[in-house]
């Protein structure tokens, strides 16, 4: 059974940093392909940053320079570096794993709140 949690979400001021994390288990981390999603209210689930098997990565325009996505494969953890928060960037952040269209499964996801 896949198991996806994630933490390290909060509340924080507008310019501020948070790092979430994503703890897997119950299948293989290294050979997926990692990502972080996030949901505000009212709006779809749009996609924030992936990591690939091989450590390709790929940003939504909005977070690019400001957001690092990472993963360590001996702890089975992908990361989500936050830089220089944006109010706009409040929305719930849900982690990913991914190896086709059917072996795809969500954390429960974690609130992100930025302040102005």
Do not use: H
């Not at 944006?86 to 974690?110: H, I, M």
């Amino acid at each position: 059974q896949v198991q996806l949690v994630e933490s390290g979400g909060g509340l924080v001021q507008s310019g501020g940093s948070l790092r979430l994390s994503c703890a897997a288990s119950g299948t293989s981390f290294s050979s997926s392909t990692m990502g972080w999603y996030r949901q505000a209210p009212g709006n779809q689930r749009d996609m924030v940053a992936t990591i690939t098997s091989g450590g390709t990565t790929t940003y939504a325009d909005s977070v690019k320079g400001r957001f690092i996505i990472s993963r360590d494969n001996a702890k089975n953890t992908v990361y989500l570096q936050m830089n220089s928060l944006k109010p706009e960037d409040t929305a719930v952040y849900y982690c990913n794993l991914r190896r086709s269209s059917w072996f795809n499964f969500w954390g429960q996801g974690t609130q992100v709140t930025v302040s102005s």
